[in-house]
Nanobody, 127 residues
Framework: QVHLVESGGGSVQAGGSLRLSCAASGYTDKPYCMGWFRQAPGKQREGVANLSSGGTYIYYLTDVKGRFTISQDSANNSLYLQMNDLKPDDTAMYYC????????????????????WGQGTQVTVSS
């Protein structure tokens, strides 16, 4: 059973930086896609930064382009999200997720195509 554990969340002031990490275990095969999603109170979960195994497909939410960078350590399926110039609108619970289905290639930003989820890490940005 795949197990994903996020870390690195916290509270920062606007303009600050955080680096989220996702430690993965339990894979029998490499996931087709991995990514970061976020969900703010009263809002739907949305894809923030996602990539396919090997990095052929990379997606960034428009609002985070140029500020966030996703990276992975393919040797152990770890995933990272460097977040710079954080804004109050970035406040949310951030989730690491992976997909066992190559359908994620065509729908890489959509949560429904990801089967494995971590418990989330809270990011709070104050103005």
């Amino acid at each position: 059973q795949v197990h994903l554990v996020e870390s690195g969340g916290g509270s920062v002031q606007a303009g600050g930086s955080l680096r989220l990490s996702c430690a993965a275990s339990g894979y029998t095969d490499k996931p087709y896609c991995m990514g970061w999603f976020r969900q703010a109170p009263g809002k739907q979960r949305e894809g923030v930064a996602n990539l396919s195994s090997g990095g052929t497909y990379i997606y960034y939410l428009t609002d985070v382009k140029g500020r966030f960078t996703i990276s992975q350590d393919s040797a152990n399926n770890s995933l990272y999200l460097q977040m710079n110039d954080l804004k109050p609108d970035d406040t949310a619970m951030y989730y690491c997720a992976s997909s066992d289905n190559r359908a994620c290639y065509a729908h890489i930003s959509r949560p429904v195509h990801f089967q494995n989820w971590g418990q989330g890490t809270q990011v709070t940005v104050s103005s």
